[in-house]
């Protein structure tokens, strides 16, 4: 079920153990839906159940998994509804960011948020998506800690984690991929502007697009489901 690369080197931390389920979570690795098999996921990352069950907990309280009684664990699976709902209030959060990071970044993480920018379209370049999503999501981490708001990024990482799988899976297309470059450039262009009300506009169009991508493969899923879902109950019936 799992190819996350290599045994996590002991002594573990459940820390550890809750980064890497997070990158299986969001490669889709484990699926929305699926369940933690824990003697599968001990195997692989060479761990012992407690650490394994300590990382569950944390990702249970981050809402990335639903903890069923006497059933084990399984990754949340969020409704259209509940992703329009959440992508709304990202954008709010993606914007406020920008804006206050805009007036109050420094120069050294400007520097810091350039030069994950180049390493992004290197990734991007190579059509690497696994390495452009994780740089990605730094730049975005960058953005809100120049905002210089410890409210603001706790609220943001509460909500950006239900999101992760989500906003990974949205670049899987090569045009929404290049659009998506197109906005970060946008953005690398109005933080160097200090432009803060671009900034702001540019985040929330970027999420806006992010929610608007997400929503039609969910439905694009859900359409090719229903045939598949009809045969099966055909066969029932026979």
């Not at 484990?30 to 599968?40: A, D, M, S």
């Not at 664990?73 to 960011?97: P, R």
């Not at 059509?127 to 981490?141: E, F, K, T, V, W």
Request: some cysteine; glycine content about 6%.
């Amino acid at each position: 079920m799992v190819s996350a690369g290599s045994s996590i080197s002991r002594p573990v931390l459940h820390e550890q153990v809750a980064q890497r389920l997070r990158q299986m979570l969001v490669e889709g690795v484990i699926p929305p839906g699926g369940k933690l098999n824990e003697r599968t996921l001990c195997e692989e990352l060479s761990i012992s159940r407690t650490p394994l069950r300590e990382a569950i907990k944390m990702l249970a309280a981050e809402g990335l998994v639903e903890l069923l009684p006497n059933r084990g664990s399984v990754a949340v699976q969020l409704s259209e509804a509940d992703v329009h709902h959440t992508f709304e209030v990202m954008a709010g959060l993606e914007g406020l960011s920008g804006e206050l990071a805009a007036e109050r970044v420094t120069d050294a993480e400007l520097s810091e948020i350039q030069a994950l920018h180049y390493d992004m379209m290197a990734a991007y370049t190579r059509r690497d998506l696994s390495a452009y999503y994780q740089i990605n999501a730094a730049i975005h981490r960058s953005l809100n800690a120049a905002a210089k708001n410890p409210v603001l990024t706790a609220t943001y990482n509460q909500v950006n984690a239900r999101l992760q799988a989500l906003r990974f899976r949205s670049n899987q297309d090569g045009d929404k991929w290049q659009r998506a470059v197109d906005e970060h450039m946008a953005m690398v262009q109005a933080l160097q502007a200090r432009d803060g009300t671009r900034l702001r506009q540019v985040l929330m169009q970027h999420l806006d697009n992010k929610r608007h991508i997400v929503i039609d493969q969910m439905r694009s899923a859900a359409q090719a489901a229903q045939p598949e879902r009809a045969d099966q109950e055909q066969g029932h019936a026979q």
